[in-house]
């Protein structure tokens, strides 16, 4: 039963991840990674702890509820942590599929206004971060990135976050996630 038939307000990374944490279930594996060469397995504390570390990170750059962060990265736990830590400050995640070009990602993040994105080094290639004035904040995983500025390293800024955070509970009525169609009859919707 999930927490918000008590309560009325949710918040979905508290219902996918925060609320097992309760009960015996936070030691239990809720993601496990592989590339072929390595293997990490989160449970769902580990998943807790890190997602509340993020949504720190992005608290401090300023970003708020309903503001719309962007994820262009591939699908390590790094991409799954960025969402639910999005989600935790009761901001509106927009994954970008990882083989988009230019195009694809500029008409999306200008038509979304996003503020902030996450991706990696080599993907920042194809972001033309001059076309979207919006965007006020980049956060490169897997290096890149400065102690200032608008290009952060995901390392250090979730090395300085705290692994609490107070939960940012949303109605039924606020946007929760942004989507858009691959856009294969005309500009995405």
């Not at 080094?121 to 897997?142: A, F, M, N």
């Amino acid at each position: 039963e999930f927490d918000w038939f008590k309560s009325g307000k949710f918040n979905m990374a508290h219902e996918c991840i925060d609320r097992h944490c309760r009960t015996p279930r936070k030691n239990k594996l809720a993601l496990i990674y592989t590339d072929g060469e390595r293997v990490e397995k989160y449970t769902f504390e580990d998943l807790m702890r890190l997602s509340n570390r993020f949504a720190n990170v992005l608290t401090r750059l300023g970003v708020t509820r309903g503001d719309r962060v962007f994820v262009f990265t591939p699908r390590t736990p790094a991409c799954y942590i960025g969402i639910l830590g999005i989600l935790k400050i009761g901001a509106i995640p927009s994954p970008l599929f990882e083989a988009f070009m230019t195009e694809a990602v500029r008409d999306r993040m200008q038509d979304a206004a996003a503020v902030a994105l996450l991706t990696t080094q080599s993907l920042l290639e194809r972001v033309p971060e001059g076309e979207l004035p919006s965007l006020k904040h980049v956060i490169l995983v897997g290096g890149g990135g400065k102690a200032e500025g608008k290009h952060r390293a995901w390392d250090a800024e979730m090395e300085k976050s705290s692994e609490h955070f107070d939960t940012v509970w949303l109605g039924r009525e606020d946007p929760l996630i942004l989507h858009y169609t691959s856009g294969s009859t005309g500009k995405p919707k």
